[in-house]
């Protein structure tokens, strides 16, 4: 379930496959991905005669960048989600909630290829018999195509079975519309494991993806962190 590399899928691999391998999925280093930084043009001076460097060089940050850099900056405080790292039965509270925020993603079929999207995760995980609940919202993709619509998250239940380190469960719905007016319809679950406690949460998303009355399944994941209440 868990994957030490799943900063690389979220932000590198999703967007170049609809499925994931598991296989490949567990390979890999628990780095957080680097992005080279743009060099200064030499031509390109501001007011007072010296070089304005990168920033002026770069693109403005899109909303894809803002959640892409959320979810690296949640992997690199904590450092990496790792087995060792999974919080234990006995270190989990049995009552009480706790709020979580952070990024989810969803693959999306686009005829013969697929494209990732990313939307702002809030949740709600309850440690006694009440289910918890979320939502994902203000979804964009890797080309910066935004998407109208919320997906709910319902029905998240603790799984205490496992002693050794417990889990959680839920399901994912919802209808997207893309720029083209175009209805997605998403059907699936999400799974995700504890870390530090109840500080973090890292998971996976297994979806059905209907466009057109094609349906793809695909597979992405989240990460998200405790909010202070």
Do not use: K
């Given at each position: 379930m868990v994957r030490a590399a799943y900063l690389l899928l979220l932000t590198l691999v999703l967007a170049s496959c609809a499925t994931s391998d598991p296989a490949q999925d567990d390979a890999g280093d628990d780095d957080p991905p680097t992005f080279p930084d743009t060099p200064p043009d030499p031509e390109d001076t501001d007011p007072d005669g010296g070089?304005?460097?990168?920033?002026?060089?770069?693109?403005d940050p899109t909303l894809?960048?803002?959640?892409?850099?959320?979810?690296?900056l949640i992997y690199t405080d904590y450092g990496g989600?790792?087995?060792?790292?999974?919080?234990?039965?006995?270190n989990l509270p049995t009552t009480g909630t706790s709020t979580y925020d952070g990024v989810l993603g969803v693959?999306?079929?686009?005829?013969?290829?697929s494209v990732l999207t990313l939307g702002d995760l809030n949740l709600t995980v309850s440690f006694?018999?009440?289910?918890?609940?979320g939502s994902v919202e203000q979804m964009i993709d890797d080309t910066n195509q935004t998407y109208v619509g919320t997906l709910a998250i319902d029905g998240i239940m603790v799984?205490?079975?496992d002693t050794s380190a417990p889990s959680l469960a839920g399901d994912?719905?919802?209808?997207?519309?893309d720029a083209?007016?175009?209805?997605?319809?998403?059907?699936?679950?999400?799974?995700g494991d504890f870390f530090i406690g109840t500080d973090y949460l890292s998971g996976d998303v297994v979806t059905d993806v209907t466009v057109d009355g094609q349906t793809s399944a695909t597979e992405s994941e989240f990460v998200a962190t405790s909010v202070p209440q």
């Open positions: 070089p304005t460097g990168a920033d002026d060089n770069s693109p894809f960048d803002d959640y892409s850099d959320e979810a690296t989600f790792n087995d060792p790292f999974r919080t234990r039965l006995a693959v999306l079929p686009q005829g013969d290829a006694g018999d009440t289910p918890g609940a799984n205490t079975t994912i719905s919802g209808t997207l519309i083209d007016t175009a209805e997605i319809l998403i059907e699936g679950t999400i799974t």
